[in-house]
Every structure is written in structure tokens, then in C-alpha cells.
């Protein structure tokens, strides 16, 4: 017992990535988020962690507009070519 607690922060003390992760999404528990809270700011690794995650976040969601973009365009455009198909038939 000597003064373990006086070292800011042994490697063991470090949030798991996952749980890093979860922070970043803002998923985790309030017990959790504290600790995360708490050790982050004062920890170059864990803020990196945290920031890298936040970033990562940020691409997912973006990513996830996207899609959801991209997927009511293909609607409208399938919608589109019904329609036109559709005149053409009548065309004939
Ligand atoms: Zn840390």
C-alpha cells in the first residue's frame, strides 16, 4: 500500500475503448459517463480516444444522411422511370 493512488493514471485505470466508444455516442449509463467524464479531460490518450470516436460518430451519421438520401433519390427515380414508363405505354 504505497501510495497506488497517488499515480494519476495507471494503464489499468484507462476506460475500455468500448466503453470510449459508448461515451462518444452518449450511450453509456450515468455511472459510466462520469467516470468517463471524470478521467478523459485529465488523460491525453483517453481525450485522443474519445475525440477519434466523436469523429468517427460524426462520419457514421453522416454516412447514415447519406444513405437515407441516397434511398428516397432511388425512390423518386424508380418512381420517375414507372411514369415514364407507363407514358411510353400509352405512347404506343
Ligand atoms: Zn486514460
Not at 488523460?43 to 466523436?54: G, K, N, Q, S, T
Not at 438520401?69 to 411510353?88: M, N
Request: charged fraction near 35%; proline fraction near 4%; hydrophobic fraction near 35%.
Amino acid at each position: 500500500m504505497t501510495g497506488d493512488r497517488t499515480v494519476p493514471h495507471p494503464d489499468g485505470d484507462h476506460p475500455d475503448a468500448d466503453v470510449l466508444a459508448a461515451a462518444a455516442a452518449g450511450t453509456l449509463d450515468e455511472h459510466q459517463r462520469r467516470a468517463v467524464d471524470e478521467h478523459a479531460p485529465g488523460c491525453l490518450r483517453c481525450a485522443a480516444e474519445l475525440a477519434e470516436w466523436r469523429r468517427f460518430g460524426e462520419a457514421v451519421r453522416r454516412a447514415e444522411d447519406y444513405d437515407a438520401k441516397i434511398g428516397s433519390r432511388r425512390a423518386a427515380i424508380s418512381r420517375l422511370q414507372q411514369r415514364l414508363s407507363d407514358l411510353g405505354r400509352r405512347g404506343d
